[in-house]
């Protein structure tokens, strides 16, 4: 099992699979982090440098900026899709202590939709990518998701081999349970008139 698949084996029914996480966009955990890591790492390390004598200053304060990073990280890793064999889990985490989920399961998606806007989301290529539920009026949104046309690939690949699937399936439990019915209904028929050939 991988490290991925035990964090977030949380949010996981029981046979069910990640097959692909999607984040957002690295660059966006870069620009949320770029000033608590400039602030909060390099700015004591190079104060550090002139300054030695204040030693545990500098530490307490490096230890904070290393928290903010950390907190940044956290909170972009766990903003995330995971595609699965059975659907979608949309994992939103709000602070340390604070995480929402919502599943929609393939035969649940109506559809799906991305946008990529603007000068930056275009060369890096990153945006908006929308899941719309069936019958229910609200969607899920993947905000700055790192390469969001492959997503909706993805998702839509997975879905149709979710479809054919269950449709085998189905086509098997539908054809086990008829030939379970006509044998009931041969033995039956043979007990009520015996001499029936």
């Known amino acids: 099992m991988k490290l991925r698949d035990k964090i977030f084996s949380g949010h996981l029914d029981e046979g069910e699979k990640i097959l692909y996480i999607a984040h957002r966009h690295v660059l ?3 620009l949320k982090s770029f000033k ?3 602030l909060g790492i390099l700015a004591p390390t190079i104060l550090f440098l002139f300054f030695p004598q204040a030693l545990v200053v500098f530490l307490v304060w490096w230890t904070i900026g290393v928290g903010g990073v950390l907190y940044h990280f956290i909170d972009w890793y766990f903003d995330a899709w995971l595609i699965t064999n059975i659907g979608v889990i949309d994992v939103e985490r709000n602070g340390l202590f604070e995480r929402t989920s919502t599943r929609i399961e393939y ?4 559809g799906i939709a991305y946008t990529i806007k603007g000068f930056t989301q ?3 290529n ?3 990518i929308t899941i719309d539920k069936m019958g229910a009026a609200t969607q ?3 905000r700055d998701a790192a390469s969001p046309k492959k997503i909706e690939r993805l998702i839509m690949k997975y879905q149709e081999q979710y479809v054919a699937d269950k449709s085998i399936r189905d086509h098997s439990a539908l054809k086990n349970m008829l030939s379970e019915m006509i044998a009931y209904h041969v033995q ?4 009520k008139n015996p001499y029936k050939h």
């Open 28 to 30: 966006v955990f870069k």
């Open 36 to 38: 608590v890591f400039n």
């Open 107 to 110: 035969y649940m998606i109506e």
């Open 122 to 124: 275009t060369v890096f």
């Open 126 to 128: 990153y945006g908006d």
């Open 140 to 142: 899920v949104v993947l």
């Open 188 to 191: 039956n028929d043979k007990v």
